[in-house]
């Protein structure tokens, strides 16, 4: 087990005054759910940085409560994203393991209503008008763009390929005025990144065959990162689509959070949160540790 995980693990078993302990895998994952916290410390919310990680404290923590009797009654409850854990089969949802409804976080954000908010709050109206476009439109143009992106991420995931997404350039091959994405520019930018495998238009387009036969992904929120949506939105605005009156920052962190404020409290009506509230109700019987489900 890595270190981290172990660190977290030994947080958890020597945290006896709260009521219960909910491990979630990311940064979003933890502002969101602290949101909605109503007792003082009556809940422990920690973020474990990595669903790799998320899943390494889990296991520990199940030994060590299997292996030292005076942990065995410790209420611990375990948050992911869905990511493709569920489709390759590498993770098997339990009582005590709850993942996001769709892919991430982010993508339930952009799914509802929290992404209408944002774009009516950044978007120039006399452009969306120009183009025939509203939110709706909007998101569906950017799902189409990052579908490709998510189809060479779950390629990668369900072949070990080890493709290095991060820091991607989406000005390297998304062109955000018309929305649009370029297979080549797309496998031009990850080969540069990644000298170790070959990333081509032609395993792009094999990569995303591979997808249109999964039926898992016939909702694109399935597929798509929602770190990726937010990424090309970003860059969309930037180049064309933003309001001139609007002043504020449009780099992906900032547009995140802004998604996450919008969505605070449409959370509370999704799968993932009220079965983490009704497993605190069941272990605990106190309904004060999260705010009721919407």
């Not at 919310?45 to 292996?67: D, Q, R, T």
């Not at 990726?228 to 995140?256: C, Q, R």
């Amino acid at each position: 087990m890595n270190q981290l995980a172990h660190e977290l693990a030994n947080e958890i078993f020597m945290s006896s005054s709260y009521a219960a302990h909910l491990v979630v895998e990311g940064s979003s994952d933890y502002v969101v759910f602290k949101q909605h916290v109503i007792a003082a410390n009556g809940i422990n919310i920690l973020p474990a940085h990595g669903g790799a990680n998320l899943i390494s404290c889990k296991a520990s923590v199940e030994a060590m409560k299997v292996k030292s009797p005076q942990y065995a009654t410790r209420k611990i409850h375990f948050f992911m994203d869905r990511d493709y854990q569920l489709v390759l089969g590498k993770v098997v949802i339990s009582e005590t393991l709850t993942t996001t409804d769709l892919r991430d976080m982010e993508c339930q954000m952009v799914a509802s209503d929290a992404f209408n908010a944002v774009v009516t709050e950044i978007a120039c109206p006399k452009k969306m008008s120009a183009a025939n476009m509203g939110a709706k439109e909007l998101r569906l143009k950017l799902l189409a763009c990052a579908e490709t992106i998510g189809a060479i991420r779950f390629a990668s995931a369900k072949h070990d390929r080890a493709i290095d997404f991060k820091e991607l350039n989406a000005s390297k091959f998304f062109d955000g005025k018309n929305l649009a994405l370029s297979g080549e520019k797309l496998s031009a930018h990850l080969a540069g990144k990644n000298k170790h495998c070959t990333v081509t238009v032609n395993t792009i387009a094999q990569d995303v065959e591979l997808c249109k036969k999964e039926n898992y992904f016939e909702n694109p929120l399935l597929l798509c990162s929602g770190h990726d949506i937010a990424l090309l939105m970003s860059s969309a605005f930037k180049v064309w689509w933003k309001a001139k009156n609007f002043n504020g920052s449009l780099e992906i962190d900032t547009l995140e959070s802004m998604l996450r404020l919008s969505y605070r409290d449409i959370f509370r009506s999704s799968v993932g949160y009220k079965k983490v509230h009704a497993w605190l109700l069941k272990v605990t019987s106190r309904s004060d540790l999260l705010a009721a489900p919407i």
